[in-house]
């Protein structure tokens, strides 16, 4: 009997405490009791997220920069940018050490079931970049059956060269920089990449160019804001906010501003 009401006792306790160890944690409370919001990128995808020099200082800069900056004014908090490899912010933020992913990430099927994402923010077409010398080789989808094509590790990308060309060699690689030297020595016979990125690289090296290809574009591959999973009303303040700016067109001017960016970056 004694037990029986220790047992009863602690359940009252439970619910009255909105239940034992079951609570979802409120993410956007925690963010802003904490005063501070921490957001996994990797910054070497121009003009979304790269390093530059300002004041002769390195500093990580781009349109999901800007677009982050926005969201920790609106919700009141400092913004802090933690830079890594594509392939680990999805790990880093299971793991939850950010707050959320903001780098050109696309909410595909499988990594929905992993995490929650914020309404698309942006939705990129998708190109070929291949050496000018190469333009005539490489004109169709066909042309490039069997050749080594590019794309980032953990990327959408992977998933276009293996979707849409015709048994493709492969080669992922960490970060797009590398890709971009790989197409420009041989090494690889052209990169998939979301068109913005493809032009500040092209920009800056001008041996290079769009092939004359036209891949299929859909929604999965539109960027989206990755969350931990159940974090529902940080995510409906964060789709309030993508809404906001897209309305007012500010997202669209961060990618054209930093585009502009990037490219005298690289000129200077």
Known sequence: MKKFWT???II?????LGGCGNKKEDKLAAIKESGELKVGTSAEFAPFEFHTLIDGKDKIVGADIDLAQAIADKLGVKLKIEDMEFNAVL????EGKVDLGIAGISATPKRQKAFDFSANYYNPPQKVVINKKDAAKYNSIKSLSGKKIGAQKGSIQEDIVKEQFDDPQIVSVAK???LILEVKQGSIDALVV???VGASYIAQNPELQFAAIDLKSSEDEAYAIALQ???DTLKKEIDKIIKELNDSGEIEKYVKENTAL???S???
Request: hydrophobic share 35%.
């Open 176 to 178: 797009v920089p590398n």
């Open 7 to 9: 047992s009863l006792a």
């Open 229 to 231: 999973k159940d974090s």
């Open 91 to 94: 790990a880093t933020l299971k």
């Open 262 to 264: 990037a490219n005298k």
């Open 266 to 268: 690289t000129e200077e």
């Open 12 to 16: 009252g306790v439970c619910f009255l």
């Open 194 to 196: 979301e068109e913005t």
